[in-house]
Nanobody, 124 residues
Framework: QVHLVESGGGLVQAGGSLRLSCVAS????????MGWFRQAPGKEREFVAA????????DYADSVKGRFTISRDSAKNTVYLQMNSLKPEDTALYYC?????????????????WGQGTQVTVSS
């Protein structure tokens, strides 16, 4: 059983930065991919970024490409999401997720394990 805990969310002004962290424990080595998703009120959960534990391949949603960076510290079983140039439309509950699928899947249904989420609010 993989257990994921996110942290690092908060309130920031537009143009600011935040770094989210996701600490993984349990059977994490059975997971090939870590992803970040977000869900705003009244909207569906959407893909933000994904990273493969082995090899470090990454994928980003077009809406965050060039502004967000996903990275990992394998020794700490931690995945990060560095978010720069934040916009009000980035406001959402951000979730960390783990998948056993090979590659960098974008569908939430491909991810088996989920954290509880951390709130990011960007003011204009």
């Amino acid at each position: 059983q993989v257990h994921l805990v996110e942290s690092g969310g908060g309130l920031v002004q537009a143009g600011g930065s935040l770094r989210l962290s996701c600490v993984a424990s349990g059977g994490i080595f059975s997971s090939r991919v870590m992803g970040w998703f977000r869900q705003a009120p009244g909207k569906e959960r959407e893909f933000v970024a994904a990273l493969m534990w082995i090899g470090g391949n990454t994928d980003y949603a077009d809406s965050v490409k060039g502004r967000f960076t996903i990275s990992r510290d394998s020794a700490k079983n931690t995945v990060y999401l560095q978010m720069n140039s934040l916009k009000p439309e980035d406001t959402a509950l951000y979730y960390c997720a783990a998948s056993t699928i090979f590659g960098t899947p974008r569908s939430a249904s491909d991810y088996t394990y989920w954290g509880q989420g951390t709130q990011v609010t960007v003011s204009s």
